[in-house]
C-alpha cells in the first residue's frame, strides 16, 4: 500500500533553514508527482508546490518561491522540503501528497503524517 | 489565482440529519473539484474527486454535486466519525487552493 513518511518535528531558530523529508513506499517513486502543502491555524491549506521524481522539474505557488525548494533523491525514493530564511510565520505542520499510482494528478489520495515546524528563538 | 469560498464555517448537526457544505470557486474550474475530511491531529483524507467521485473506502452516505461554479458536499445520514472538518480543493489549474473549511459538530 502507498504510504509517506515524514520526518520528525523540527524546533528551528528564525533565519535558519531547515530541510523536511518524504519517504515514499508501495509504488513507482518517479511515476507520481509529489505535493508540498502547508497547514496553518490562521492561513488554512495553502499548496506549495509539486515535483516530477522523475525529471526534477518543479512548479511553486508564487508565494512560497524563494521561500520553499524541493527536490528528490530517486535512490531512496525520498522527497525533500527546504526552507530557508525561516520567521516565525512559516510555522506550521507540512505535509506532502500525492494522487496515488492510479490516482488523477490534482487530487491528494495519498497524504503524509506531516511535520510540525515550529520556528522560535 | 482561483478563490474557493466555503460554508458555512461550522455546522453542528444531530445524527442521522442530512448535512449539506458548499463552496463556491471564483471561476470556471469545470469538475476538477475535491472533497477533504480532516480529523483532529491527523492528515486530510480524500473523499470526493473530480466532484463526484468517491474515492476509494469512502461510505456512500457521501455525494458531491455541482451546479455552475457552485459545488456541494452532502452527507445523507451524519454519523459520529463523519464529525471533523471538511475542505474544498480546485485542481483546475496552479496553484491548487483549498476552501477555508467547514467544521461540523454533533448538536
Known amino acids: 500500500q502507498v504510504q509517506l513518511q515524514q520526518s520528525g518535528a523540527e524546533l528551528v531558530k528564525p533565519g535558519t533553514s531547515v530541510k523536511l523529508s518524504c519517504k515514499a513506499s508501495?509504488?513507482?517513486?518517479?511515476?507520481?508527482?509529489m505535493n508540498w502543502i502547508k497547514q496553518t491555524t490562521g492561513q488554512g491549506l495553502e499548496w506549495i508546490g509539486i515535483i516530477n521524481p522523475g525529471s526534477g522539474g518543479t512548479s511553486y505557488n508564487v508565494k512560497f518561491k524563494g521561500k520553499a525548494t524541493l527536490t528528490v533523491d530517486k535512490s531512496s525514493s525520498t522527497a525533500f522540503m527546504q526552507l530557508s530564511s525561516l520567521t516565525p510565520e512559516d510555522s506550521a505542520v507540512y505535509y506532502c501528497a500525492s494522487r496515488g499510482e492510479f490516482g488523477v494528478e490534482g487530487f491528494f489520495a495519498y497524504w503524509g503524517q506531516g511535520t510540525l515546524v515550529t520556528v522560535s528563538s | 489565482d482561483i478563490q474557493m469560498t466555503q460554508s458555512p464555517a461550522s455546522l453542528s448537526a444531530s445524527l442521522e440529519e442530512i448535512v449539506t457544505i458548499t463552496c463556491q470557486a471564483s471561476q470556471n474550474i469545470g469538475n476538477w473539484l475535491a472533497w477533504y475530511q480532516q480529523k483532529p491531529g491527523k492528515s486530510p483524507q480524500l473523499l470526493i474527486y473530480g466532484t463526484t467521485s468517491l474515492a476509494d473506502g469512502v461510505p456512500s452516505r457521501f455525494s458531491g454535486s455541482r451546479s455552475g461554479t457552485q459545488y456541494s458536499l452532502k452527507i445523507s445520514r451524519l454519523q459520529v466519525e463523519d464529525i471533523g472538518i471538511y475542505y474544498c480543493?480546485?485542481?483546475?489549474?496552479?496553484?491548487?487552493?483549498f476552501g477555508g473549511g467547514t467544521k461540523l459538530e454533533l448538536k
Open positions: 480543493q480546485q485542481a483546475s489549474s496552479t496553484p491548487r487552493t
Open positions: 508501495g509504488y513507482t517513486f518517479t511515476s507520481n508527482h
